[in-house]
């Protein structure tokens, strides 16, 4: 099985991605291939709403030439998708809130002369975020929002892994963090069969 993180942390050491290497390991007991993409480094353009895409039925079928490119082909190989990011003003950071917009155009061609289909239907996809409020009060927004973003892409999404930033990096490190990891990934597998 493969797994992709679409990571949009924005700084070096991020709380987000050292929960992120936790998902990894657990996912890798399981044989899991797993690609983390630090979106920061990649060029992702914003999606300008041209709509070429909504035409393409076999493709992303966008006209950009940027770094999406890559992006689309590993999410269309994996069979999980995750998306990490830390909370910032209640949702996603703006680079992976780039890539949200030209999957969701990309991979669902709802919008064009005819409709056509979700390219990366039932997939397995998930949440793996850190914020600065309680779970609910700081990540439950995302979570909401993803669940309706899966609910229209035809996605299987199976909620967040979420910690709370309150006692510098080893927070992220310690048992409990861990232990949310693992279930996070049980549910992945559960949901996946293996
Ligand atoms: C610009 C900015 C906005 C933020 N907005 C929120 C927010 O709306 N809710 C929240 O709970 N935490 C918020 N936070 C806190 C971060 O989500 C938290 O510190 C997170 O663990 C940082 O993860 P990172 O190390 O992966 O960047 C914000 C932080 C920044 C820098």
């Known amino acids: 099985m493969k797994a992709i993180i679409l990571s949009g942390s924005l700084r070096e050491n991020s709380n987000t991605e050292i929960l992120a ?10 044989d899991y291939d797993v690609e983390m993409v630090k979106i920061k480094e990649k060029h992702i353009e914003p999606c300008t709403a041209c709509w070429t895409c909504q035409d393409i039925f076999e493709s ?3 006209p950009k030439k ?4 890559e992006i689309y082909e590993g999410v269309l190989e994996a069979d999980v998708i995750l998306f990490a990011s830390p909370i910032y003003s209640w949702y996603c ?8 917009d030209r999957l969701v155009y990309g991979m669902n061609k709802y919008y064009g002369r005819k409709r ?4 990366w239907a039932d997939k397995v996809c998930g949440l793996i975020t850190t ?23 035809n996605l299987n999404y199976i909620g967040m892994c979420a910690e709370r930033d309150m006692a510098g990096k080893e ?11 693992r279930c996070f990934v049980e549910r992945i597998v559960e949901a996946k069969g293996v």
């Open 60 to 62: 992303h079928g966008c």
């Open 171 to 181: 927070h992220f490190r310690r048992n409990e963090a861990m232990e949310h990891t």
């Open 93 to 100: 950071t703006p680079p992976l809130k780039a890539v949200m």
């Open 21 to 30: 290497e936790s998902v990894i390991k657990h996912l890798e007991k399981h």
């Open 116 to 119: 056509g289909p979700s390219l």
């Open 66 to 69: 940027d770094d999406m490119y």
């Open 131 to 153: 914020c600065g409020y309680e779970i609910e009060a700081g990540a439950g927004v995302l979570n909401e929002g993803l669940k309706r973003y899966c609910e229209h892409s």
